[in-house]
């Protein structure tokens, strides 16, 4: 069983930084991907950015050049740092591993950026 957990949410004003973390535990593979997605009210849930164990890594058109993930191998632990950040990237942030075959998902952090 895999579980994943995610921190880092909460209330932002518009310009501002933000950076969740998301741990994972349980059986891990070597070679999975992590990523973030996130859900806005009244939306479908969207992908945000992916990274591969090996390091390589893909943004939403939306998010490029103000959000960078990255990943520590040696915690199973996947971050998102997240610039500039803009009122309509207020949404819930759910991260996602992906290994053989199985999608796992975490509970969901809130961030909030007032505009």
């Known amino acids: 069983q895999v579980q994943l957990v995610e921190s880092g949410g909460g209330l932002v004003q518009a310009g501002g930084s933000l950076r969740l973390s998301c741990a994972a535990s349980?059986?891990?593979?070597?070679?999975?991907?992590m990523g973030w997605y996130r859900q806005a009210p009244g939306k479908q849930r969207e992908l945000v950015a992916i990274?591969?164990?090996?390091?390589?890594?893909h943004s939403g058109s939306s998010v490029k050049g103000r959000f960078t993930i990255s990943r520590d191998n040696t915690k199973n632990t996947v971050y998102l740092q997240m610039n500039s950040l803009r009122h309509e990237d207020t949404a819930v942030y759910y991260c996602?591993?992906?290994?053989?075959?199985?999608?796992?998902w975490g509970q969901g952090t809130q961030v909030t950026v007032s505009s």
């Open positions: 996602k591993l992906f290994q053989a075959g199985v999608d796992y």
């Open positions: 349980g059986s891990i593979f070597s070679i999975n991907n």
């Open positions: 990274i591969t164990s090996g390091g390589r890594s």
